[in-house]
């Protein structure tokens, strides 16, 4: 999975509480991104990061923040977490020195809120 | 607006028989386009990508997917299924939009390959 871990790799959560994703990559790849995968609706982009501290929203990011503080970590936060927050959550990476950017994508983080 | 439609929610074949998993697109543009795998409890896996050139694009596993610029298609096809090719296929095209490589996705279409 081209040097991506995801921590944890499952969580089970109470409504309300807040949680966060990690994202490791240790291939130094600029770019970092957050997608949820839900049945029917393939992957859709949360938040994105082009560079250390830059940071920008996609088109799923009600209830979500980001940081990214090193090149290598991309966190991911549920401030209060909602049963719609039920989902699994893939980070991803790309090289911006190489077209077309294809992205590599970590194994997975599956969340459950109760 | 940028979309992606897959337009079966699933593909049934045999083994040994040839396969293909239909994507249509609508971007301004040239599109840049990909094809992902996902195999259960994995990560999506890159296949194959269209830049420019040559319209039949080979990548992993003996795939290859054909662009159609008049029929905003990029089909993904196998000569001989395998059982292993039995997965969620994904495809995906990037959002011309500034230079974020964002990819907007499909919904996806399970392919089901039969002994």
């Known amino acids: 999975d081209a040097g991506i871990t995801q921590s944890p790799r499952h969580k089970v959560t109470e409504t309300g509480t807040p949680v966060t994703l990690r994202c490791h990559q240790t291939e130094n790849h600029r770019y970092m991104y957050w997608y949820r995968q839900d049945p029917g609706h393939g992957l859709r982009l949360i938040h994105y990061s082009y560079g250390v501290k830059d940071t920008d929203k996609g088109e799923v990011s009600d209830g979500y923040s980001v940081s990214r503080s090193k090149t290598e970590d991309f966190l991911l936060t549920l401030e209060s977490a909602t049963s719609s927050q039920t989902s699994v959550y893939f980070c991803?990476?790309?090289?911006?020195?190489?077209?077309?950017?294809?992205?590599?994508f970590g194994p997975g983080t599956r969340l459950t809120v109760t | 607006a940028q979309s992606v439609a897959q337009p079966e929610d699933q593909v049934n074949v045999a083994e040994g028989n040839p396969l293909t998993v239909k994507c249509t697109y609508s971007?301004?543009?040239?599109?840049?386009l990909f094809w992902y795998v996902q195999y259960p409890n994995r990560g999506l896996q890159f296949l194959l990508k269209?830049?420019?050139?040559?319209?039949l694009v080979k990548g992993s596993y003996g795939f290859e997917a054909e662009f159609n610029k008049s029929q905003t298609s990029f089909h993904l096809k196998k000569p001989s299924a395998l059982v292993s090719d039995s997965a969620l296929y994904f495809c995906a095209v990037r959002d011309p939009a500034g230079n974020t490589g964002k990819l907007i996705f499909g919904q996806g279409t399970t392919l089901q390959v039969k002994p």
């Open positions: 991803a990476i790309s090289d911006p020195r190489q077209e077309p950017y294809e992205q590599y």
């Open positions: 971007v301004s543009g040239n599109p840049y």
């Open positions: 269209y830049i420019t050139g040559d319209n």
